[in-house]
């Protein structure tokens, strides 16, 4: 279905793909127990560009750590409507996740960033956090240092 584009959206969606086969394991209808719950990244309604940029980036990173703690990540059928820790945290929850990684871009003092926190369930407290200005992201550098801040999944 993907072949051959080189179209930046089929190419998120392809990994978000790739990602998803890899990371059902033998059970593909559940998240529960996963360590670190990846919540796919929103952006504001109607703004194209701030949505590319946000599946964009959340492809190359749940492919990524699907892929390097395999077995440990889950993904989120669940959209967060709210950047706010409280939500991820119940979401977290939910699945008996141990972290949750989410992420949107938003409108800080005017100028918008996609921030992206790690979670840890169990307190509440943040693992890891940043805002990355839109006009400059780029999802290949971000996904590098996001994926270097995830914690160790095996120890709970």
């Given at each position: 279905?993907?072949?051959?584009?080189?179209?930046?959206?089929?190419?998120?969606?392809?990994?978000?793909?790739?990602?998803?086969?890899?990371?059902?394991?033998?059970?593909?209808?559940?998240?529960?127990?996963?360590?670190?719950?990846?919540?796919?990244?929103?952006?504001?309604a109607?703004?194209?560009?701030?949505?590319?940029?946000?599946?964009?980036?959340?492809?190359?990173?749940?492919?990524?750590?699907?892929?390097?703690h395999?077995?440990e990540?889950?993904?989120?059928?669940?959209p967060?409507?709210?950047?706010?820790?409280?939500?991820?945290?119940?979401?977290?929850r939910?699945?008996?996740?141990?972290?949750?990684?989410?992420?949107?871009?938003?409108?800080?003092?005017?100028?918008?960033?996609?921030?992206?926190?790690?979670?840890?369930?169990?307190?509440?407290?943040?693992?890891?956090?940043?805002n990355?200005?839109?006009?400059t992201?780029?999802?290949?550098?971000?996904?590098?240092?996001?994926?270097?801040?995830?914690?160790?999944?095996?120890e709970?």
């Amino acid at each position: 279905k993907y072949q051959g584009s080189t179209k930046k959206d089929d190419v998120a969606k392809l990994g978000i793909d790739i990602a998803r086969e890899f990371a059902s394991g033998d059970d593909e209808n559940s998240n529960d127990g996963n360590s670190l719950l990846a919540v796919p990244f929103t952006a504001p309604a109607g703004d194209t560009a701030d949505a590319k940029l946000a599946d964009t980036t959340f492809a190359l990173l749940y492919g990524r750590i699907s892929i390097s703690h395999h077995g440990e990540v889950g993904l989120s059928k669940e959209p967060l409507l709210t950047m706010e820790a409280a939500a991820a945290v119940e979401l977290g929850r939910k699945s008996h996740s141990n972290y949750v990684l989410f992420g949107g871009v938003e409108n800080t003092s005017g100028s918008p960033v996609l921030a992206v926190e790690i979670i840890k369930v169990s307190d509440s407290s943040v693992v890891w956090n940043k805002n990355y200005p839109v006009v400059t992201a780029d999802p290949s550098v971000i996904v590098q240092e996001i994926e270097a801040k995830v914690p160790a999944l095996d120890e709970k």
